[in-house]
């Protein structure tokens, strides 16, 4: 029986139940305390059926749309501005960590400063972004640029720099160019560590882009956001943006990980053996438990 409990626990599903039911418990408890503490203002810790409620009411609370409608329609401009700055960071992050690679003294003058960028506060950023841009547009793809930038550099480079002396000595055995070299063996090498990076920059690039639009206005999620929370419609809308934000956070690194199963032979056959151990640890189980049935036990001989 013990060992039934640890084999349950191990299993995707019941992790994601559990977690889910702490959280829930933990929220439904939050929203009870505030609601009997009489805060002002009123449901600033709503239940979680009031939450499910707003998203399904047909209400308008904005320009004769309904809460829903206000979320969907800001999250249009927001995710449009954080995947273009996504895919312009990840792009400008893999030619530089190429770069690296091809020259020492570039990676010596460079890389220690990346980081730099990354501790500069995205609020302390943007109105810096913005004054050299001039247009709210554009900063917000650089600002999301910058932030998807540095992970995918850096990972890429560890991949780069992961591969095996030994590859590099059967390389120049062959007498392979250097182009061979890097399409053969390196940017292979380093594509688990390039999606590493686009799983961590995917997030954070729409976490850049809700952010600036709370500072610089003209629509999209952190506008909706910020407008909801100071009470200039339903406060629900606010809630209903902080989950759809989580949402679309947690969906964009589950995508990328499908596209990296897809594109990756590696991670492609480690799904499939993966598959089919568990299958054979199943039927494995199964054939065990029919073959101790079967066989006679000592006291019917």
């Not at 992790?15 to 889910?20: N, V």
């Not at 220690?112 to 247009?135: E, F, H, K, R």
Request: aromatic residues 10%; proline residues 4%; positive net charge.
């Amino acid at each position: 029986m013990k060992k039934k409990y640890l084999s349950l626990t191990t299993k995707k599903w019941f992790q994601i139940l559990f977690w889910a039911v702490i959280v829930i418990a933990a929220w439904e408890i939050g929203a009870t305390v505030v609601a009997m503490t009489k805060r002002t203002p009123e449901n600033i810790l709503p239940h979680l059926y009031q939450v499910l409620a707003a998203a399904i009411s047909t209400k308008a609370v904005s320009g004769g749309m309904t809460a829903t409608q206000v979320v969907f329609t800001s999250a249009s401009a927001t995710l449009l501005r954080a995947l273009g700055g996504f895919a312009i960071g990840a792009s400008l992050g893999f030619l530089l960590a190429l770069l690296m690679k091809l020259s020492g003294v570039v990676e010596k003058l460079i890389f220690p400063y990346l980081m730099l960028i990354q501790l500069i506060p995205v609020l302390g950023l943007a109105p810096i972004i913005l004054a050299i841009t001039g247009d709210i547009n554009r900063s917000r793809l650089v600002i999301a640029a910058i932030l998807s930038f540095y992970p995918v550099a850096a990972n890429t480079l560890a991949g780069f720099k992961s591969v095996a002396k030994e590859k590099y000595d059967l390389m120049y055995t062959y007498a392979a160019k250097k182009r061979q070299l890097y399409t053969k063996v390196l940017i292979p090498s380093a594509v688990p560590y390039l999606f590493t990076g686009l799983k961590i920059a995917a997030p954070m690039a729409i976490t850049a882009s809700i952010l600036v639009d709370t500072l610089q206005g003209d629509g999209g999620l952190g506008c909706m956001l910020s407008q909801s929370l100071k009470h200039a419609m339903n406060i629900y809308v606010f809630w209903l943006i902080v989950f759809f934000s989580a949402f679309i956070g947690i969906f964009s690194t589950q995508l990328i990980s499908l596209i990296e199963i897809l594109v990756s032979p590696q991670k492609r056959s480690a799904s499939w053996i993966g598959r089919i151990a568990g299958k054979e640890k199943i039927y494995g189980r199964d054939a065990e438990k029919n073959r101790t049935q079967k066989e006679p036990g000592a006291e019917t001989l």
